[in-house]
């Protein structure tokens, strides 16, 4: 399939590296190509610069991101979850119009330092507001409860775990699916509409828990029943 | 030990149960005991009369609030959350200081219909207002991310899964983690301290809807790492 994944970070590499394996024809969109492939520095979390990942990439390509949701049959949303909506709108209505779009963002609010709280959440979610504003996407959320390299690699645990699907499309909740497997999901609970992510949302504030309690952030959760 | 639980509904009732099994020294504490007991009808989710279950329960005592955290070591808070504050107050801050107060409630709010939101979030929880209410209490929020049947026998899933524990007394969170351990719980983590509360209490969201999904309440999640 040709996928554009939106957003450069560690979320966004981890799918397009993946995707790409995979042999799906994948194009990576940002606000600004040249200034990304200018940077040479790491960034604040001291990944490398995207240069040096799409020197190891080739078959990947960095574009705009109206040119690489223009071009996809399904289009990742892995930006940061507070410019997410910025980022689909530069993107383009009509580019996501009738494509899915898989939203992996978290709406997190570091204004207050760590941990996050959530911009929006309990009577709302992003995946919604994102549904909201592109009533013509077919918007489903998933992987947003796991880090960057487990969403792409679960199986990496040595156990089965679970991952989850909201939306409003049936159809569109099957290709993501889909493409979960190939990932290695095992176990994908499809929650229901595209209401059911503000708890997949709402369950960031228990992973970021976690995460400091095991000093790492290598694990999921598996739904035991 | 000498254990009060206060709420008489089904999480009270598990958890009194259970407690009693194992040979603890129980009191069940509600707001007006005569009106309880008087009660002949079901409740308003078909569950039988706790007359009933207190004729089956004969070494169980059901009091007042206060009379019941007066006389008991440790205090086990199974009111519905949006009552706990009140409830506490009326068992007395003089009977719960120095104690350990298990605080199993969720602050949820029902008044905009199903699936409730919470009352409390996000910056804030139900765990630490009761903490800041009650500051010569040891609270240690636990529990709250199971059905009152897998709180007190989480082996009849026949999988391990997780329970996890939020306090700032080091010493109230091992005599609690003594007791999910006799509960049959294999995997407890300590996420840190009360405001770790947040965590789990927004969990909820994600409960409810995963409830809906399995269309069972009998699942619990396993922290795969």
């Keep these: 399939m040709k996928i554009a994944v939106l957003g450069t970070g560690m979320v966004g590499q981890s799918l397009a590296d993946r ?3 995979l042999g799906h024809d994948v194009v990576v969109g940002t606000r600004d190509p040249e ?3 200018a940077r040479r520095e790491p960034d604040g979390m001291g990944n490398p610069p995207l240069s040096t990942w799409l020197g190891s990439h080739p078959s990947v390509e960095l574009t705009t991101l109206p040119e690489a949701a223009g071009r996809a049959e399904v289009i990742v949303n892995a930006t940061n979850g507070a410019g997410s909506l910025d980022a689909l709108s530069r993107a383009g209505a009509g580019h996501l119009a ?3 779009v898989i939203d992996i963002s978290n709406p997190l609010d570091f204004t207050a330092g760590f941990p996050p709280t959530l911009l929006v959440k309990d009577s709302d979610s992003l995946g919604e507001q994102i549904q909201r504003a592109f009533p013509d996407a077919k918007v489903v959320k ?3 409860t796991l880090n960057a390299h487990l969403m792409v690699d679960p199986l990496s645990l ?3 775990s679970s991952v989850f699907v909201s939306g409003d499309d049936p159809a569109a909740k099957a290709v993501v699916v889909d493409l ?3 990932f290695g999901h095992t176990d994908v609970i499809d929650l229901g509409d595209i209401t059911t992510a503000r708890g997949t949302e709402m369950f960031l504030p228990l992973w970021l828990r976690l995460m400091g309690a095991l000093r790492t952030p290598a694990f999921n959760v598996r739904v035991v029943r």
């Design 19 to 21: 995707l790409a394996c």
């Design 35 to 37: 200034a990304t492939r």
């Design 98 to 100: 009738g494509k899915v």
């Design 158 to 160: 040595g156990q089965d």
């Design 180 to 182: 979960l497997e190939s």
């Design 142 to 144: 998933t992987l947003n």
